[in-house]
């Protein structure tokens, strides 16, 4: 399998990494979206190996928010979304970040 996923906190960085446990190659382009800001806070292509992590960058947010993460690799789409900032989350924050995807599958 092969997702594009953000990884915990650390010194107020979160770092954007393919892992791809898979024995084939992916490449393509992904884009992160903050669902508060509506902002793109990273857009890149990448190429991950088989079988390997791969750091594509570091991400800084500020507060609370929820990162959308897309991509599309050898020609296949994908998603995946990260909370960040420090619990407890607001319900009614958390369902208009969602709203984001209004329209979309996920």
Known sequence: PFIILCGEEKDGQHD????NSSFKEFSGEVTVIDAK???IVYSGDFCSKPNQNTH??????????MYIIKWTANGEMGSNTYLY??????????KNWLNFFEGETV
Request: with cysteine; net charge positive.
């Open 37 to 39: 800001t509506k902002a």
């Open 56 to 65: 594509l960058a570091k991400l800084s947010p500020e507060g609370q928010g």
């Open 16 to 19: 954007l990494v393919c892992a």
């Open 85 to 94: 900032g420090k619990a407890p989350f607001s319900f009614t924050e958390y």
